[in-house]
C-alpha cells in the first residue's frame, strides 16, 4: 500500500506541474495574442476569445482585493494538500485524489497570477449566455469542484468519507 501511496502521491505533483504549465502557457497565449483588442470569434455568437485582466474573483467580485485572494490560496491549498496526503491510496479514492489534484492546479494557476501580475488573465467568454469571461484553471477548479460534489453526494458513503477526513488519534 506504501507503494501505491508514494506512486500515485508523484502522479499527482507530475500532474499538477503539467496542468499549471498548460494554464500558464495559454495565459501566456492570450495575453501576447488577445491584449491587443483584438477577439478571435470560435463559434459565431456563441464562443469568443476575449482578453482580460481580473483583478476580483469569479463575476469579477471583490475586485482589487489581491491580498485576500493570495492569503485564502495559500490556506486552501494548504487543506488541499493535507487532504490528498490523507485520502487512502485505494483505487476505489483515485477519481477524488484527481478531482483534489485539478483543483489544486487550478488554484496554483490563478495563484501564479495574482502573485506576479495583480490580476488574473481570463479570455475564454460564451456569448451565447454572455457568461464572464474565465480561464483553464477556472475549468480546472469548476468541473473539480462538480465532480467532488458528485462522488461526495452519489458514490462515496459516509465510511468512505469518514476514513478521509478523521481525526488522528493521539
Known amino acids: 500500500m506504501e507503494n501505491k501511496s508514494r506512486k500515485r502521491l508523484l502522479s499527482g505533483i507530475i500532474?499538477?506541474?503539467?496542468?499549471?504549465?498548460?494554464?500558464?502557457?495559454?495565459?501566456?497565449?492570450?495575453?501576447?495574442?488577445?491584449?491587443?483588442?483584438?477577439?478571435?470569434v470560435l463559434i459565431p455568437r456563441v464562443l469568443e476569445l476575449h482578453y482580460i485582466e481580473n483583478t476580483g474573483a469569479a463575476f469579477s467580485i471583490l475586485t482589487g482585493k489581491i491580498i485576500f485572494f493570495l492569503i485564502i490560496t495559500?490556506?486552501?491549498?494548504?487543506?488541499i494538500v493535507a487532504v490528498m496526503l490523507k485520502t487512502p491510496a485505494e483505487s476505489r479514492f483515485d477519481p477524488f485524489f484527481y478531482c483534489?489534484?485539478?483543483?489544486?492546479?487550478?488554484?496554483?494557476?490563478?495563484f501564479y497570477d495574482r502573485l506576479f501580475y495583480n490580476y488574473v488573465?481570463?479570455?475564454?467568454?460564451?456569448?451565447?449566455?454572455?457568461?464572464p469571461?474565465?480561464?483553464?484553471?477556472?475549468?480546472?477548479?469548476?468541473?473539480?469542484?462538480?465532480?467532488?460534489?458528485?462522488?461526495?453526494?452519489?458514490?462515496?458513503?459516509?465510511?468512505?468519507?469518514?476514513?478521509i477526513f478523521k481525526r488522528r488519534e493521539s
Open 15 to 40: 500532474l499538477i506541474v503539467i496542468l499549471t504549465i498548460i494554464d500558464r502557457l495559454t495565459k501566456i497565449w492570450a495575453a501576447k495574442t488577445l491584449s491587443q483588442g483584438f477577439d478571435i
Open 74 to 79: 495559500v490556506i486552501m491549498c494548504v487543506f
Open 121 to 131: 488573465v481570463d479570455f475564454i467568454y460564451f456569448v451565447l449566455i454572455n457568461f
Open 100 to 110: 483534489l489534484v485539478f483543483l489544486l492546479s487550478g488554484a496554483l494557476g490563478n
Open 133 to 163: 469571461v474565465f480561464n483553464v484553471a477556472d475549468i480546472y477548479v469548476t468541473l473539480s469542484m462538480a465532480c467532488l460534489v458528485v462522488l461526495i453526494l452519489f458514490y462515496y458513503k459516509d465510511e468512505d468519507l469518514s476514513r
